[in-house]
């Protein structure tokens, strides 16, 4: 089999090309027209269409193509950017079109994408799949000369050349703004596709030629961008085929993920005991897992490498441990969600197990080491379930949640609660400054904020987070009446949405409320009518939390971490403060407390009671 393909493989290629001689366009790319190489550069458009499985939502679409989904959904003519596509619904995407010398004899035009190799992928199928020809395998090659094409690691990122041109100075001349770039699909000709893009048939041909094959790039040449006619989506039912389709790639993606930290683990596990117990069953399966994900010798030994680092560093627990520790995953043992309460060796443990997305969460822990973040302790794996369980300390006192919103004889003072504000602004600050690269958690919210014995707060539940900043995502998650509002509209991702959330939780803290009620009103927005500035103390004590009112507190300190939360929860993510700004703010805040409630002394508190 294998050899057959070496042998057939120069074979095609120079088939390739002896096509090539006659056709107009090149396989390697489009010639730059401009004497000025470097410096001709434009704006551009490419037509593309949402195709089954992976891109039917402008999320993903925008995330291939590294725009935002209203920078698609703006030429395009769609009103509703979260909504589901249809399949060859046409979309513009904006790209960045230049010239770019590849190597000193060829200079062609092309918008650079990076694109991320996935388990499965080849030149050929993401430059025909996901790029729908708008580049070729041959000029990816070219593009990315140090990458070996047969050769290919998941991770390593690629720059895709989608094909396009820039108008020359004649052609401005003649009101032609944009060509256009559009794969020609066999059912098309060219009457067809001028009238589709109010341009004219001479105007194609004589920017293409005459002579245009199927999937080959066209450039179809405009004055301005035309108007798109989108076909109208049936409104209820998309709602559930995004929510599934949203599930399955995630779940595929997840179980890729998964996989491959299964492999590693199960790699070095099977390993280390194939080495003392000499070649069983186990060696089998391994060589199996191994066979069916193509993975080759030399790579092993450096995940090998790669998983004994991971090993000395946590602990590896065994499944009969975990299983002993719960009762079986029996339910009595849930502390919330799929998190048990766990005891090993007389230690308590919080034991969470997750279905296929533990990779990104172990990946982001091992990176963070910090008093204000719940600790990981080691994990396990399930081969046979294909269940990766994270093992973390036990926080005694609970959620935040629970503290502020469960009915509790005891509720928490002031005083704590500003010392749970201040750690967690300290474990995100840490997160956010002194994490290459940063890492933003996009899931803060009361629930994920542990209380330890003394009443400090560790962050949890890294399962959300992503290292990597002003990235656009995929798939908006999050919790609602947490999240931040440019998350929600356009996916955007930064440091910006976690100081959002925190805002609310301040809010929290300050009123005892829920961050959403029983009907669905997210708390921001009351804060927002409530306290314009925080300094009107009347409405704010009517707001706040009736357990603090008993209290001596003051309302300094209150109204000034009333003022933090607004900063927080301004609707512009550029104006919100930084966690080292909140950090310094809620201090000064806890300063004010201090100076009466602490110091004993105090004539103010005196006056107080
Ligand atoms: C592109 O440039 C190369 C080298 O300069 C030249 O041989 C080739 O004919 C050009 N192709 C087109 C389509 O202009
Ligand atoms: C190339 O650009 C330079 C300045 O960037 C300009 O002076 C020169 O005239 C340009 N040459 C051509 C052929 O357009
Ligand atoms: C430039 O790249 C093309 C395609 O890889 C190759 O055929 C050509 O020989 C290269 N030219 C030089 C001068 O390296
Ligand atoms: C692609 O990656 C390179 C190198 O990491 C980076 O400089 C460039 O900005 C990236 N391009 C896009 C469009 O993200
Ligand atoms: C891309 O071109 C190949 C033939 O070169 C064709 O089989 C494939 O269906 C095309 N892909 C798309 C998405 O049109
Ligand atoms: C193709 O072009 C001819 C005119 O050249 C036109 O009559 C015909 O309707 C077109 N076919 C399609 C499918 O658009
Ligand atoms: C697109 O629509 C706008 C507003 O409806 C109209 O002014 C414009 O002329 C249209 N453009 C084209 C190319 O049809
Ligand atoms: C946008 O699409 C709708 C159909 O979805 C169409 O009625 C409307 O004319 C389009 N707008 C423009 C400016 O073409």
Redesign the pocket.
């Known amino acids: 089999m294998r050899t057959k393909c070496i042998h057939l493989f120069p074979l095609l290629r120079l088939l390739f090309f002896c096509n090539i001689a006659q056709a107009q366009p090149s396989t390697i790319g489009y010639n730059c027209t401009a004497a000025n190489q470097t410096s001709n550069s434009c704006q551009t458009y490419v037509f593309y269409?949402p195709?089954p499985p992976d891109y039917l939502d402008l999320a993903s679409i925008g995330d291939l193509f590294s725009v935002s989904r209203l920078m698609i959904s703006n030429p395009s003519n769609i009103s509703s950017p979260s909504s589901p596509l249809l399949p060859d619904q046409p979309l513009f995407i904006p790209i960045k079109c230049s010239c770019t010398a590849v190597n000193s004899s060829i200079t062609i035009s092309y918008a650079a994408l990076n694109y991320t190799i996935k388990s499965g992928d080849t030149f050929y199928r993401v430059?025909?799949?996901n790029f729908?020809?708008l580049t070729t395998y041959q000029s990816v090659e070219v593009v990315n000369p140090t990458f070996e094409p047969t050769r290919l690691d998941v991770g390593d990122v690629i720059v895709f050349p989608i094909f396009c041109k820039c108008p020359d100075p004649s052609q401005l001349r003649n009101q032609v703004n944009y060509l256009i770039s559009y794969?020609f699909?066999p059912s098309d000709n060219i009457t067809d596709v001028a009238s589709r893009f109010g341009s004219t048939e001479a105007g194609i041909t004589a920017v293409n030629g005459d002579r245009i094959q199927?999937?080959d790039t066209v450039f179809v040449p405009v004055s301005r961008l035309p108007n798109l006619t989108q076909p109208v989506v049936p409104p209820a039912a998309p709602e559930t085929t995004t929510d599934r389709k949203g599930a399955v790639i995630g779940l595929g993606v997840g179980l890729g993920v998964c996989g491959v930290l299964l492999i590693l683990v199960c790699g070095a596990w099977w390993y280390r005991e194939g080495l003392m117990k000499g070649r069983g069953r186990d060696g089998e399966k391994q060589q199996q897992v191994k066979m069916g994900n193509g993975m080759m010798k030399g790579e092993q030994v450096n995940l090998m490498a790669d998983v004994s680092d991971c090993l000395d560093k946590y602990r590896v627990f065994g499944m009969e441990e975990l299983r002993g520790a719960t009762d079986g995953f029996d339910e009595k043992w849930i502390i919330q969600g799929s998190v048990y309460k766990g005891c090993i060796n007389g230690e308590w443990y919080a034991i969470k197990k997750m279905k296929w997305n533990a990779y990104e969460e172990l990946k982001i822990l091992q990176k963070v080491n910090h008093g204000n973040l719940v600790r990981l302790e080691g994990f396990c794996i399930d081969p046979e379930e294909a269940n990766c369980y994270l093992v973390y300390e036990y926080v005694e006192n609970g959620s935040l949640s629970s503290w502020l919103h469960e009915a509790r004889p005891e509720k928490l003072s002031w005083k704590t609660r500003l010392r749970i504000a201040i750690d967690v602004a300290n474990g995100l600050q840490y997160i956010h400054e002194h994490t290459r690269p940063k890492v933003v958690h996009k899931d803060i919210k009361s629930s994920n904020i542990l209380l330890d014995s003394n009443m400090r707060a560790k962050i949890a539940n890294f399962g959300l987070a992503r290292s990597g900043c002003n990235a656009i995502t995929m798939h908006i998650v999050g919790t609602q009446g947490y999240i931040a509002p440019e998350y929600l509209a356009d996916g955007v991702v930064s440091t910006k949405m976690d100081v959002f959330s925190f805002g609310v939780v301040l809010l929290e803290l300050v009123s005892g409320r829920e961050a959403i009620d029983e009907r669905g009103n997210v708390l921001w927005a009351s804060a927002d009518r409530v306290l314009v500035d925080g300094k009107q103390l009347t409405k704010l004590r009517e707001w706040m939390d009736e357990s603090l009112l008993k209290e001596s507190c003051t309302m300094e300190s209150v109204s000034s971490v009333v003022s933090v939360a607004l900063a927080c929860l301004n609707k512009d993510p550029a104006r919100r403060p930084s966690m080292v700004e909140i950090v310094y703010a809620l201090s000064k805040s806890d300063d004010f407390f201090f100076d009466v409630s602490e110091d004993g002394f105090s004539p103010r508190q005196v006056v107080a009671r």
Do not use: M
């Open positions: 269409r195709t430059s025909t799949l729908q020809n794969v699909q199927p999937f």
